[in-house]
């Protein structure tokens, strides 16, 4: 594994043979967390009951029904050319485009982070942090993933490219994954920040990253931001269209953010708590104000972890709003609203050790794997995605075959899918 740009914290590019080999193994080890996926394919929760049902017995894909307040695009998209095959396949077909969009999007994040953080790092901290294991291998959670690509196209700078279409392809992906989930009004509200700081920095001449933020909105990617800011506007507004979407639980807003971050977000990070609440705080201060101020560290590369930190604090925070009883989110429960800051943070953790000096890299890599290494260990039982209830779907779906309704019951306890079979006569 020594020739994987997984291995080398240095900012070059990588070979086509390292990058293919990086992906190739993320998809590995993706697979094997997935469990049995690909082994065993059963359909998850929602990859039955909303993008299968859905999509059943419909010659469009149902691209614009929201669901819980928002599109899902790529899931109904799969669910869409899933529709085309052998319905026995189609567990399979969701889970093997669930593994392979996430190895794609991890891949990816690693490539363009690289020049700030060691490709190893992302990949570590993105495949070995405790999980309850609910977004690995289904289609309805691929969104977790999805939404680094995103946020990395928009918070780096462009890439460059001697293709004039890449651009506009890689706007049109970027658009894909806006409307598949909210995170892209999340994320548009965080580039709207940064772009205001960007103007303020710019008119006082005050610029603690070095000239990162005063030139922060001359080298976009405006194809990715145009895609991703019409993508936010389109959720934003399905979203306000959607009452259910909007409930809160009443809790005040200093209370939830005091509880998100001082007794959930811990314990998913370590898989414990074992600070108090202030020392905590203090530990968040410390870490964001040595983003801030540690003019030794490259300042582009200060400025887009911070991007990062305040998209997966808006991540984290919004959804808890909505929450009446925080505490049944540990342990691991509801893990999914804390992935993304569980993995920022250990990008964090080593920008902060690394000075950006070779030796101070190195160092960084090799303590911030450690720390990764250690915390994985003693959460072993969460780094994989338990085993599914085989439901012997191939043999089930056999009944649709048959004119008339169905009940069929899938993953996880006792959810189920209720579909109807045209009669023959019906579908002419």
């Not at 790529?74 to 593994?99: C, F, G, Q, S």
């Amino acid at each position: 594994m020594t020739s994987l740009s997984l291995t080398t914290p240095g900012r070059r590019e990588g070979t086509l043979g390292e990058r293919l080999g990086t992906f190739l193994v993320v998809l590995f080890v993706m697979a094997y967390k997935s469990n049995d996926a690909l082994s065993l394919p059963q359909f998850w929760a929602e990859d039955a009951t909303v993008f299968f049902t859905d999509q059943y017995g419909q010659g469009l894909p149902q691209i614009f029904a929201p669901y819980a307040g928002y599109l899902l695009a790529i899931p109904r998209l799969v669910a869409w050319i899933a529709a085309w095959l052998p319905v026995a396949k189609a567990p399979l077909i969701y889970n093997a485009a669930a593994i392979l969009f996430s190895t794609m999007a991890i891949t990816y994040t690693c490539r363009r982070l690289r020049g700030h953080i060691p490709a190893w790092i992302v990949a570590l901290s993105m495949l070995a942090v405790p999980t309850n294991g609910e977004i690995f291998g289904t289609i309805t959670n691929v969104q977790w993933f999805l939404q680094f690509a995103m946020a990395a196209c928009c918070l780096l700078p462009a890439e460059a490219s001697t293709s004039r279409i890449t651009p506009w392809m890689r706007a049109v992906l970027i658009m894909l994954i806006a409307l598949t989930g909210p995170f892209s009004t999340l994320l548009l509200a965080v580039m709207c920040a940064i772009a205001a700081a960007a103007w303020l920095a710019k008119r006082t001449r005050i610029d603690p990253f070095n000239g990162a933020l005063s030139g922060f909105m001359a080298n976009r990617d405006w194809p990715t931001v145009a895609a991703m800011t019409i993508g936010g506007i389109v959720q934003a507004v399905v979203i306000l269209s959607y009452p259910e979407a909007q409930r809160l639980a009443g809790m005040g807003p200093a209370w939830v953010l005091d509880t998100t971050f001082t007794k959930l977000v811990p314990p998913h990070i370590f898989g414990a708590d074992f600070l108090t609440g202030t020392a905590w705080l203090l530990l968040y201060g410390m870490l964001i104000g040595t983003l801030l101020l540690a003019r030794r560290i490259d300042g582009h590369a200060r400025l887009t972890v911070l991007g990062f930190i305040a998209f997966a604090i808006v991540e984290t925070f919004v959804p808890m709003l909505r929450m009446t009883t925080p505490s049944d989110l540990v342990p691991l429960n509801g893990d999914r609203y804390f992935y993304l800051v569980k993995v920022v943070w250990w990008w964090a953790v080593w920008l902060a050790l690394s000075g950006q000096t070779r030796r101070g890299r190195a160092n960084a890599t090799a303590m911030t794997t450690a720390l990764i290494s250690l915390f994985a260990l003693t959460n072993a039982q969460y780094l994989r995605r338990p085993p599914f209830k085989d439901f012997d779907w191939k043999g089930q779906s056999a009944q649709l075959k048959q004119p008339g309704p169905h009940t069929i019951p899938v993953n996880p306890y006792d959810w189920k899918i209720e579909v109807e079979t045209a009669v023959p006569d019906e579908k002419k």
